[in-house]
């Protein structure tokens, strides 16, 4: 692990084009002369099972340098000259497929507040903690203690709200990892995230969260943030370094003084691949049977398309949509944004949570600051945004309250309760099939009786994570 600890002043600004040309060998290939590097493609490599150093042999003796491996998927990224054909039937390989991006899933910010305060703000945190009902947790003492939540995006800055040893940093695997920028959130959607899910100021004190309207408080003001950073200054990451980070946390979630329970994934792909075969839904779904309780973002892409975004198409993982609570805490007041993918009648979002004109904290400099200051800053500390990021960051929080009231829980038991502990959302002509869905409420749920793990069971088809990259990537 790296602690990384700037002074709160520091101003992170986006990484230059020309800088990040520098930065891109710190991806753990051998860096190669311009002419060898130029007629190089980076590949995922899968193996047979049991053939992997057999897969690995097949590489080197075509020419490749050996990148990051995948344990999750048998695998190993590599620069292959000539490509995915160079490796197509070796020895040893099952399937070689190019890399691909992924975006991380925010909208720009909505307009300023003249002057902002927590509680009279409808979208503060304050505000929207108290409309989920998070503060019912907090009464009873459960406040996601003892319980970490691996965030996989563009990392953290250590302003208040997440000091103190709320951040715990696990690898940098994206193109910044090297030098100032390594842990630090360039993009400023991980910061924000971070700050939804577990941030608490360092004047609020344990025991009065309920009745605290003055500092600010994630919905799980107790639990650890365990950072990942895998995209940039533009909020860009491959599949491979995501597939990477989940391989990371499935090997790490235990370690001693380490218990990740919860992966929180605000980012996706548009990718038309049946989640059955995507290597994305695969990897994310080993995790979810690994025990970890995985929330993934439903899309921003709204009337633009149907389906789910990848991987939380996946029916194993919690899919999370967008609402809109405006100034009600009746989930049947609440409507569902026009960005927010609604589902195609066979996988919708399994619940959803507040993600419009959100108040979370703000990484000053970062890429979103420069670009949207203007329209979403709401102080110097605070930052106004929108999108099923901030939704899926709402969730995760929640299943971290359940999960430090009640340890025991498998991902299914968590995912059942959310589920239908919710709230009916309010009917919408833009989005018939998500009338009568659930939205987040969590007072009932503080003294619900779990569901047996053999009722809570999810049975659907395992994915096998054959597909491409490709086309796990989309448009």
Known sequence: MMSLTPTPKRRVRPIAAAALAGLLGTVGFTAA?????????????????????????????AGADI?????????????????PAALAGAPGVAAVTPNVAVQLLGTRGAAVASEYSPTADDYSLDSLNNKVGAPTFWKAGFTGQGVDVALIDSGTVPVEGLTGGKVVYGPDLSFESQGQLRNLDTFGHGTHMAGIIAGRDSAARAGNYASDDTHFLGVAPDARIVSIKVADARGSTDITQVIAAIDWVMQHAHDPGMNIRVLNLSYGTNGAQSWTLDPLAYAAEQAWKAGVVVVA???????????????????????????????SSATTSWTVPDFSNSGDGVRDPDLSAPGAHVVSLRAPGSYIDAQYGSTGAVNDRFFRGSGTSQSTAFVSGA??????????????????????GGGKLKSNPHHPDQNGRAGLKLQKLVSAT????????QNFVSASGTGSLDGARGS
């Open 297 to 327: 973002a439903a899309g921003n892409s709204g009337g633009n398309s149907t389906a789910l975004n990848n991987p939380a198409s996946d029916p194993y993982l919690i899919a999370v949509g967008a609402v809109d609570p405006g100034k």
């Open 67 to 83: 990148g990051r491996h995948l344990g999750v998927l048998n695998g190993f990224v590599a620069e292959v000259p000539g490509g």
């Open 450 to 457: 779990p569901p047996s793990p053999a009722m809570a069971a």
């Open 399 to 420: 299943a971290a309250l359940l999960l430090s009231q009640q340890p025991g829980l498998t991902p299914d038991q968590v995912k059942m309760m959310l589920v239908t």
């Open 33 to 61: 002369a311009p002419a060898q590097a130029a007629a190089k493609a980076t590949v995922l490599v899968r193996a047979l099972p049991g053939q992997a150093a057999v897969a690995e042999s097949s590489a080197r003796a």
